[in-house]
């Protein structure tokens, strides 16, 4: 009989892991949903995974818990109430699954993904299955089956501390610089995607053209500059549902022969072709059906070269496409810009690219509505929006020509991309007051930007939404100057910003944000020689600060190394638990209980 007791001891200690907690996991990822006696269940019920919901890495199974009776399942992963990227009010914005402007009952079958913050996420936590024998939690539950064949018993978290609400913090002038020193740092991100074609246009796939003369199938073109000097690539195609708008330079020894024999130059190489509606088309590229003409809104005339002047040459090209869905593209119509370009050697140019989509009939109106930044949050490379008076536009940057002098098209400011641009300017016969106002507004652009947007769906009525834009010049006292004049050579944006709201869907605001001009003198007998002309180098810098201070994370949380519940030494353990260490093993009533154990089989053998 005492063999037995060893033998019972034995296995009780077994029984006893050293540290028992479990961890929470966002999903199980990995594990497969299995049928588990968890509850009342009608026969033939089983929890089934479901991984058809797009933008969400994790495996998401349908559930079945004792509030939904019978065979009604919950979904998990509802449509948002906010929609933070429905940013084109009245039309369905590319890849966003909450957009109600889409009419889609599965927006996987048209997107490829869904955008962070179009579905809800969702939380677990798992211990081992065989813990359990029955569940009376009013939580969702399910049994998943991870890859080693281990059934873990897991239940949906509902923490409060998931949905924290982030305090905003206040900027101003005095506390700017150490926010800025405190948060400061560079952070440049890029992307790269690639997608095969499905049978239908997905966004992002490249549209497809048809050239009956000669029975050539091609891809939509939008030329986009590459290098330093922005040089003109041919070969990038435009993506379906991607409206942009690119820019790049021309360069030609011989003007002359180029401006009539050149067809970047002519409007009529443009739309000398067809368009197809969906891919399909290419099976059958005689039936017309599957081919959208491409209409000009105006008519254009070809290059004439008269004398020294090449007349009639393209320098802006305007794309408008509209969709219907998985239907493919309805209707396709251009527009041009034109200009003369002096015959000399050398000669250069830029020309415009601009795509824009639409849903079919549409109506104008619509379309010309301005876009949103973030609904309500800023989106990461999206436009940050200014306000001058009560006119909404773009914060801008400097732009440069083919040959380095400013131009007067500018770089928009993206949301949380730090960038630097620069060009020359050429002065002028000016006096020191005229050329400052200039060198500023060829800095800051026009018009000089009041305030910035909050958030990216502010309102220009509504004064709350913006931030006044705080400002620090040069101090002409400090250059020690008597004959000189004192410009700015150099503007530092600066854009404090944090994330605020839910954990679980945080929204981008901007804090505040800076002027800093860097400036130096040059001698004013510049300005007085009219012989004499000189260039100054300027330069734009845009930083991004993140601000966001971290809440406190969650406690509380089970790992998932435990193998036994909470409460499975109870009462013993709170007995004989001092204070705070009751949450802590200890060694003390496991003893305890075993002396027990073995007392009461000495009882019985006697």
Known sequence: MFTSQLALLQVFFLMVPVGVRPQPSPSP?????????????????????????????????????????????????????????????????????????CYL??????????????????????????????????????????????????????????????KLQKVNA???????????????????QTQSPPPFYRAGDPILTYFPKWSVIGLLRQPAGVGA??????????????????????????LADSCTL???????????????????????????????????VSQADSPLLAGNTCQNVVSQVIYE?????????????????????????GTSFQQHFIIRFRAFQQSTAASLTGFRSGNP??????????????????????????????????????????AISGCKLRLKRVDCSHLQQEIHQTLHGSPRPEHVAIFGNADPAQKGEWTRILSRNCSVSAMHCTSCCVIPVSLEIQILWAYV??????????????????????????????????????TTVVTFVDITQKPEPPRGQPRMDWKLPLDFFFPFKMVFSRGVDSQKGSVSPILILCLLLLGVLNLETK
């Open 29 to 101: 990822s990995g594990a497969v949903s299995t049928q588990s006696n968890l509850g009342p269940r009608t026969q033939g019920e089983t929890l089934q995974s479901s991984s058809e919901v797009p933008g969400v890495s994790t495996v998401s199974p349908t559930v079945v818990t004792p509030s939904a009776p019978g065979n009604r399942t919950v979904d998990l992963f509802p449509v948002l109430p906010i929609c933070v990227c429905d940013l084109t009010p009245g039309a369905c914005d590319m890849n966003c699954c909450c957009d109600r402007d």
């Open 105 to 166: 009952l599965h927006p996987r079958t048209v997107f490829s993904f869904c955008l962070p913050g179009s579905v809800r996420s969702s939380s677990w936590v798992c211990v081992d299955n065989s813990l359990i024998f029955r569940s009376n939690s009013p939580f969702p539950s399910r049994v998943f089956m991870d890859s080693n064949g281990i059934k873990q018993f897991c239940v949906h978290v509902n923490n409060s501390k998931l949905t924290y609400f982030q």
């Open 174 to 192: 005095s506390s700017f610089q150490a926010l800025a020193t405190e948060f400061g740092g560079e952070s440049f991100t890029s992307t790269f």
């Open 229 to 254: 000097g922005g040089l003109c690539a041919e070969s990038n195609p435009a993506g379906f549902l991607e409206s942009k708008s690119t820019t790049c330079a021309r360069f030609f020894k011989n």
């Open 262 to 296: 050149d067809p970047t130059l002519n409007a009529a190489s443009y739309h000398n072709f067809t368009v197809l509606k969906v891919p399909r088309g290419l099976s059958d590229l005689q039936n017309t059906k599957f081919q959208v003409p491409v209409t000009p």
């Open 321 to 345: 496409i509209e969709t219907n869905g998985t239907f493919g593209i309805q209707k396709v119509s251009i527009s041009f810009g034109q200009t003369n370009l002096t015959v000399e050697p």
């Open 377 to 418: 949050g800023y989106i990461a490379e999206k436009p940050l929006l200014a306000l001058t008076g009560d006119r909404r536009h773009s914060m801008t940057l400097l732009q440069s020509k083919g040959d380095g002098t400013c131009s007067i098209k500018r770089h928009e400011v993206q949301f949380g991309v730090n």
């Open 501 to 538: 709201g839910l954990q679980s869907n945080p929204q981008a605001h901007v804090s505040g944000a800076r002027f800093l001009y860097h400036c130096q003198p040059i001698q004013t007998f510049f300005l007085q020689d009219s012989q004499q002309e000189t260039e100054v180098p300027l």
